[in-house]
């Protein structure tokens, strides 16, 4: 007889606890225990709870492989769910046998959990891992099934409500409960203040600034002082909510005719637009995505407009982003001039709303929700359903795709859904998002993914003061360097990547399911060697952290000042200059009540159960050797945070969208 000692850790979210009976069999190369009934007691596994137990065996069961959980029923109480984060076994030689899960159990049901050493299916896998991996990745598919219902958007997971999400997917309580008391805390301010209710236009703009005292914010309150300004209209571009979408001109386009005449205001007269083409300080803003997007019909009842601008700026010798023309449509002619900062002031500023007003369509639509939300979700779906809990990937990966599937949900249901926000408040509501997103699909490419690539491609790796471009590449050089470490400890050489069937059914699925098997996007479809898996796993980790960060957290600094990124307008663009006042650009701004809902919408608090950056509370990784590859990428983050840190406090409007001590791990709002 032979004695094991057991160490079972209970969750730490509300109602982790559990009070059934609890059974464990330890299954090892040399066979398998009985089924042991752990003592119940009441204090065994509350939550929070590290508990120690001992079973005896009749034999040494050799290296130990997986332990197998059972939940029953004990005496009269129900089952309830169970939130278990590890077994630890000691066996009676004295080895360490971690089993990490971190998941809930519902029950009556039996569990197996792998032993933690990252493992890569191959023949000479043990047989009864084999079958664990099989069995388990058959469960997930059951679960985590494509809803396909949709064509021509990356698939999302089949379930309307958050409810229909399996609990290990779903917010922690403590995170459910935060979110909807800083929710309520928003409606209930803006409904007091009577702002929920009044369907009038604005009469005067600076009223505006009563709506944003829901949430200090220093950076929107600076926004609001200088929101006129072709300095930081520009500079937008380069820090703003969306620093992604400028590309440097190489030549000025055919149905956008500016004119030396037209800029030569801007330019002064010791250049030419032409000279500043070739020497590379132009740059296009181009929402061509928007053009024959239906608008939004209703919106208290009024008809809601949609332009396709074009916006020309110029690296001036400031080192300013400015612009220099705006056209308001695609096709030229009488009916859509070219706006310059020579004209009359409202001319001018209307003309910049607009191109904000597009802006604000496609950076929540395009870039933050399709480019960050949707795939991310179908990289979740994909590695629950074709990477076990063992695989080094799934290890690497499952911290940033956390509570990804449940924000989704509701995305899809309070934003763009059916009497979301964008039907009910967005000149793109009412059918706009979806013809968006299959516009946009065509634009979602590997280069596009992947911080270098497209830096390069927009040609804009030398331009000054792009500090999303230099924080980004700071992290992205980390995170490469960290997954390198990674996928190098695990895979000695190329052929174990191509051999792996689990990595390469994973890879497939998101093709196939993500990006809906299109080739010319240059999204790998299979991986062959280290280098191509290294730059995947830096894509996956960087979109669905980082990335997301620089579009999501920057919105209440630079949307809360409605006028600079305003949902809707209720006016027609202008086809013509020397019309437009004041009046008429207050009567073209969203709706006081439309505008209280806006805000809302994008008030998010801190909420509770937040995971920053390059944090791994649940310890998945058991080897040591990982482990130490782990503390050195939080090492790098810590460095890269102080001198993010350090530059910003010099700085009148500072970028901390990408300080790793702000950036959550996964996307979770």
């Known amino acids: 007889m032979v004695t094991y000692k057991i160490k079972i ?27 042991h009934q752990l003592p119940h007691k009441w204090s065994n596994f509350i939550r929070g709870a590290v508990t120690d137990f001992e079973v005896d065996t009749e034999k040494d069961l050799g290296e130990l492989l997986l332990v197998r959980l059972s939940i029953e029923k004990y005496r009269t109480f129900n089952v309830d769910n169970w939130q278990c984060r590890y077994v630890d076994v000691t066996s009676p030689s004295g080895q360490l046998y971690q089993f990490p899960f971190y998941k809930w159990i519902c029950g009556p049901t039996t569990v197996e959990i792998p032993e933690g050493k990252g493992v890569i299916l191959s023949g000479n896998t043990p047989p009864v891992l084999q079958q664990q991996r099989k069995e388990e990745l058959e469960r997930q598919r059951s679960t985590h099934k494509w809803n396909v219902s949709v064509e021509g958007i990356p698939r999302y997971i089949d379930a309307d409500t958050v409810e229909e999400l399996p609990i290990n ?3 922690s309580y403590l ?47 600076v926004v609001a002082k200088i929101w006129k300004e072709d300095y930081f209209f520009g500079s937008q571009y380069l820090n703003g909510v969306n620093p992604v979408i400028i ?100 001319d001018w500023l209307l003309a910049k709303i607009w191109v904000r007003n597009s802006e604000y369509q496609v950076h929540k639509v395009v870039t933050h929700y399709l480019c960050t939300h949707s795939i991310a979700e179908a990289f979740n779906i994909a590695t629950t359903r074709q990477l076990p809990m063992s695989h080094p990937v799934y290890k690497l990966i499952t911290p940033h795709l956390r509570y990804t599937l449940e924000v989704n949900i509701i995305a899809r249901a309070e934003g763009m ?10 000149s793109s509501g009412k059918g706009g998002v979806m013809i968006m997103l299959r516009k946009a699909m065509d634009g979602v490419t ?6 270098p690539d497209d830096i390069q491609a927009r040609g804009v ?51 196939k399911e993500g990006f809906l098997e299109n080739k010319s996007s240059g999204i790998p479809s299979l991986l062959e060697t280290t280098a191509s898996l290294i730059k995947y796993l830096t894509m996956v980790i960087f979109t669905c952290s980082a990335h997301h960060a620089a579009l999501h957290d920057s919105e209440w600094d630079f949307y809360s000042w409605m006028p600079n990124g305003p949902s809707s307008l209720k006016c027609p663009p202008p086809t013509a200059k020397g019309i437009s006042t004041m009046q008429s650009i207050l009567d073209a701004l ?25 944090d791994y509370p649940d310890v998945r990784f058991t080897e040591k050797i990982p482990q130490k590859f782990i503390k050195d990428f939080q090492n790098k983050l810590t460095e890269i945070s102080k001198s993010i840190n350090e530059r910003n406090k010099s700085m009148d409007l500072p970028y901390p969208y990408l300080d790793p001590k702000k950036i959550e791990n996964s996307i979770t709002a």
Not at 203 to 208: G, P, S, V
Not at 461 to 489: C, T
Request: proline share 5%.
């Open 247 to 346: 590309k440097k001109c190489s030549k000025i386009p055919e149905n956008f005719p500016v004119g030396d005449n037209m800029v030569a205001a801007s330019l002064g007269t010791t250049t030419s637009l032409q000279k500043e083409v070739e020497d590379g300080n132009i740059f296009l803003a181009d929402y061509n995505i928007l053009e024959g997007v239906p608008a939004n019909e209703s919106v208290n009842g009024k008809q809601q407009y949609i332009a396709a601008p074009m916006c020309l700026l110029w690296k001036n010798p400031q080192d300013q982003l400015v612009p220099i023309a705006i056209q308001l449509a695609q096709t030229p002619g009488e009916n859509a001039p070219i706006f310059l900062p020579s004209d009359s002031e409202a």
């Open 417 to 426: 859904g059916p009497h979301g926000f964008f039907d009910e408040g967005a």
């Open 175 to 221: 995170k459910k409960s935060s979110e909807t008391s800083l929710k309520l805390t928003a409606n209930y301010d803006m409904k007091t203040e009577g702002f929920t209710t009044c369907k009038e236009s604005w009469t005067d703009i600076e009223d505006i600034r009563f709506m944003i005292s829901i949430q200090n914010s220093k950076i929107s309150d």
């Open 9 to 35: 850790a209970t969750g730490t979210d509300l109602s982790a606890g559990t009070c059934v009976q609890v059974s464990i069999v330890l299954v090892g190369e040399e066979g398998e225990s009985a089924k």
């Open 169 to 171: 997917d779903q917010y």
């Open 461 to 511: 790796d030398s331009i000054p003061n792009y500090l999303y471009r230099d924080d980004g590449m700071k992290i992205w050089l980390a995170v490469e360097s960290f997954v390198s470490n990674i996928v190098h400890y695990y895979y000695k050489s190329d052929e174990a990547v191509s051999a792996d069937p689990e990595l390469q059914a994973w890879v497939a699925e998101i093709f």
């Open 590 to 614: 969203p709706d006081v009540n439309i505008t209280a809902a806006f805000i809302v919408s994008l008030f998010t608090g801190v909420p509770e159960d937040v995971i920053l950056f390059g």
């Open 446 to 451: 590997y280069t596009s993914l992947c911080l």
